[in-house]
C-alpha cells in the first residue's frame, strides 16, 4: 500500500499546499494530512491550531484523505526542529497511519517543499529507527514552481487572495464599515465604493423592520433580530467566493446599541434599560468574532435629514443627531475600535474611503 503524508501549520493552507496534497492523492492509496502547531505559536494568533485542523478536516477529508492533528507541546517538543523532536514526532505520525491497520510491504512517501526536511526526515528513519516497519521516501518539490508561502499571505493577504484556499479566506478579508447615524449618506457611500470596486457589500437589515413598523414600536426581539441579522447577512458575504479580499458594510452592532441606548430611556417607546443591558451583552460576545479592519464615522451634517417614509423625523433636529453619534463613538471606544471622522462632503467623503482602499494594495 502506498501511503503519502503531507504535513505543516497551514496558516493558512494555500495552493502550495494543496500541490502537494493534490499530487499525494494521485500517487497513493492514501493520503494523511497532519495539521502542526504549538502552544503559543505566532502564526496562530488568528487562527489557532484546534480550528485550522477543523478547517481543514471539514474541506479535505474523503475515503482515501484522513487529517489529522499534531500539537507539539502535547508531545514535549520544543521548537529546535532537533533530531529527537523528529523522531518523537514521526512516532506520532506512524500512530496515526497506523490507526486504518498495519499492512506490510507500507511504502509512506512525505510531500515537502522545504529542501531541510529530506535530510531531517531521513536522518530520523535511517539513524533513529523512526518508521522502522516503512519503505519511508521524501518527495522534494521546488517552491519556485508555485512561489507562495504562508508568511506571504498572512503579511499581505490581498495580493495572494487566490492563491489561499478558499474556506481559510473569511478570516484574512479586509472588512470596512462605514457607519453613522440617520440620512448622512452611508448606504449610498458604501454602495457606491462596492460598485466601484466590484466588491460585495451589505445594506443595513434594520431597514426591514422600518417598512413594518414605527421606531416607538421597536422591542427587544426586533433590536436582537437586527444584531443577529445583520453578523449573519454579513458573514455570508464575507465569506461569500464573490468576495476578492475586500468587504464593505454600513452598518454594524454599534450601530443597533446606539439606537437601543437612545430608545430605553424615553417614554412610549418599546424597550426598556434593563433590555438593553442584555443587547449590549450579546453584542460583547459577537465583538470577539468580528473583525473590523477600518472603520470610517460620518459626522452628521446640519441639514435636514431626508423624510423618505424610513426616517423617525422627531430626532431630525441635528443637536439630537450629535447626541446620538457621540453615543455611537462612546461605544466604538468603549469596545476598543478606533474610526476614523469623515466631515466632508458626499465626494469627499466617497474619495477619502476609495484610496484607503487603494493603499491597502487592492485593485479591482
Excluded at 504549538?38 to 484522513?66: A, M, S
Excluded at 462605514?178 to 466588491?199: V, W
Aim: glycine residues 6%.
Amino acid at each position: 500500500m502506498n501511503i503519502g503524508v503531507c504535513f505543516g501549520g497551514y496558516s493558512p493552507m494555500h495552493q502550495g499546499h494543496l500541490d502537494l496534497i493534490m499530487k499525494s492523492k494521485k500517487l497513493n492509496d492514501m493520503t494523511h494530512v497532519i495539521v502542526c502547531g504549538y502552544d503559543g505559536d505566532p502564526r496562530g494568533k488568528l487562527l489557532p491550531l484546534e480550528k485550522r485542523y477543523n478547517i481543514i478536516r471539514n474541506f479535505l477529508q474523503e475515503e482515501t484523505v484522513k487529517v489529522h492533528m499534531i500539537n507539539d507541546t502535547k508531545l514535549g517538543l520544543d521548537e529546535s526542529m532537533s533530531p529527537n523532536n523528529w523522531r518523537v514526532w514521526l512516532y506520532e505520525v506512524e500512530n496515526y497511519i497506523n490507526e486504518i491497520g498495519f499492512l506490510k510491504n507500507n511504502t509512506i512517501t512525505f510531500y515537502v517543499a522545504e529542501k531541510r526536511y529530506v535530510d531531517d526526515i531521513n536522518n530520523a528513519v535511517n539513524t533513529l529507527g523512526a518508521l522502522s516497519c516503512y519503505d519511508v521516501k521524501v518527495d522534494y518539490s521546488n517552491r519556485t514552481v508555485n512561489p507562495i508561502s504562508g508568511t506571504m499571505c498572512r503579511e499581505n493577504p490581498i495580493a495572494h487572495w487566490f492563491k489561499i484556499a478558499q474556506p481559510f479566506r473569511a478570516y484574512y478579508s479586509h472588512n470596512i464599515l462605514i457607519a453613522g447615524t440617520a440620512s448622512e449618506g452611508k448606504t449610498t457611500l458604501t454602495r457606491d465604493i462596492g460598485k466601484y470596486f466590484g466588491i460585495p457589500y451589505s445594506y443595513e437589515k434594520g431597514r426591514d423592520i422600518c417598512h413594518l413598523k414605527k421606531d416607538t414600536e421597536f422591542n427587544f426581539k426586533d433590536f436582537m433580530y437586527n444584531i443577529t441579522e445583520q453578523n449573519r447577512y454579513n458573514e455570508e458575504l464575507i465569506c461569500s467566493p464573490q468576495n476578492p479580499g475586500v468587504f464593505i458594510s454600513d452598518t454594524d452592532n454599534m450601530v443597533t446599541l446606539m439606537y437601543a441606548s437612545a430608545y430605553s430611556t424615553r417614554k412610549g417607546f418599546s424597550i426598556n434599560r434593563e433590555e438593553y443591558n442584555t443587547l449590549y451583552e450579546v453584542v460583547k460576545q459577537y465583538t470577539k468574532t468580528i473583525k473590523w479592519n477600518k472603520i470610517f464615522l460620518i459626522k452628521p451634517k446640519t441639514k435636514a435629514i431626508v423624510d423618505d417614509g424610513e426616517r423617525y423625523m422627531p430626532d431630525s433636529d441635528y443637536h439630537i443627531r450629535l447626541d446620538f453619534y457621540n453615543t455611537l463613538k462612546s461605544l466604538y471606544k468603549t469596545f476598543g475600535y478606533e474610526f476614523e471622522e469623515l466631515d466632508g462632503n458626499y465626494y469627499e467623503n466617497f474619495c477619502t474611503v476609495r484610496d484607503y482602499i487603494r493603499s491597502i494594495g487592492f485593485q479591482n
